[in-house]
Structure formats: C-alpha cells, structure tokens
C-alpha cells in the first residue's frame, strides 16, 4: 500500500528528534499559506501525472500561482491558476480552502478506455488541505472536488471527488522532498470523455521536489 511508508514517516515526525530542523517554509501540498513575498515552485513526477507549479505569496493568508499537470495515462491536461487561502491556524495546524481553474484538454488515448475521446474545455476544481509541521517535516491531507465541462460532440461534464495524503521533509533550508498518494472517482455525462465508463476510479502517486524561491 503507498499509504504505508507516508504514514510511518508521519508517526516518527510526531515522535520528534533534535538532529532534524522543521522546514522553513510552507507546502504548497497543504494549508500553511507562503507569507508576503515568499515563492516557490514544485515538481511532482508520478503514476499516472507529471506537475510543475509556481506560487506566490500575495498576503500573509493569500497565495496565488500559475499550474500545469498532465496525466500521461489518459493524456488529460490542466493549464490555469491556483488561489489558496488560510482559514484556520491552531499551533503548527493549518487548513486552508483552495482552487484552480482553467484550460481543460484530452488528447484522446484509449490506453484505459475506449471512450476516452478529444476534447477541449475548462476546469474549476474547489478544495480544502490541512498542514502540520512535525520535526521531520511537513504532512498534509487535502481533498477536491473537480469539475470540467467540455465542448465537444454537443458538449458534456464531468465531476469527480479526489484526496491525497502528502509527507515532505526538507533536504536543505530551501528544498524539500517527498511522495503524494491518494485516489479518487470521476463521474462523466452528455459528451465529455469516459462517459462510457462512468464513473472511473482513478489512483495517485507522486514523488514532490519543491524548492523556495524567496
């Protein structure tokens, strides 16, 4: 189970240890927010997405940025921005609501399924994450609820339900690492791809390299 060495790393960061120094910067995986003028970008490499995000700290609640994400197993693309805002903080606790919106396109691989097809159209993917920092780094638990409506052969939607468990520990004052794993459901309706095969369940697993910027 990927889940099983995300856990372990969690319980030993809640034991503590002197010889390891908490991150000095936030997640972007979780709710703890950037702060004013902090930037970051992440890279995420994995079963079945590659990512690259940048995000800026607007406010000391406020992050904005730019993401690109493609599944290379059902050729989905997302292009568009990122908001996160801090809403609740208890001690190194933090949980924020999140969203991204933009560009949505499928290539059209029937690898997985024959009722993938192309398609264009655009996403709004609305969520929450909650952070806590522990000595060994940082873990995060999120979930999104994502929607796209497609143009295509009369035009279609789909709406699905997705959650990761992330744990990231620094390598350096400006570098952590880590893995994401998590999984979800996809349903699909009127035009838009796998509607055939509605609903899809789908897994994740990530490897994150994220370095700080400022």
């Known amino acids: 189970m990927p889940l099983a060495p995300l856990l372990a790393l969690a319980l030993l960061a809640g034991e503590g240890s002197p010889s390891f120094a908490q ?8 709710g703890e927010t950037l702060g004013v003028g902090g930037s970051e970008v992440v890279f995420g490499a994995g079963f079945s997405t590659l990512s690259a995000a940048y995000a800026q700290g607007l406010s000391d609640a406020t992050d904005y940025g730019f993401q690109l994400e493609f599944d290379w197993l059902t050729t989905e693309l997302f292009a568009g921005g990122l908001l996160r805002q801090l809403t609740w903080r208890s001690g190194e606790v933090f949980v924020s609501w999140r969203a991204r919106a933009g560009l949505y396109a499928d290539f059209g691989s029937t690898w997985i399924a024959d ?20 000595s060994l780094g940082v873990l995060s638990v999120a979930g999104d609820v994502p929607l796209d409506v497609t143009f295509s052969r009369g035009g279609g939607f789909a ?3 997705r959650g990761g468990l992330a744990f990231e520990t620094p390598l350096s004052s400006d570098l952590l690492v880590g893995a994401r ?11 838009a ?3 055939d095969d509605s609903p899809r369940g789908f897994l994740d697993f990530t490897l994150l390299l994220t370095y700080r910027l400022l």
């Open 159 to 161: 709406i699905g339900l």
């Open 193 to 195: 791809p796998f509607t």
């Open 115 to 134: 009722s993938n097809g192309a398609d264009v159209g655009v996403q709004l993917a609305p969520g929450l994450a909650l952070s806590r920092r522990f």
């Open 23 to 30: 991150p000095r910067f936030a997640s972007l995986q979780g």
């Open 181 to 191: 794993a998590g999984g979800g459901v996809l349903f699909s309706a009127g035009g």
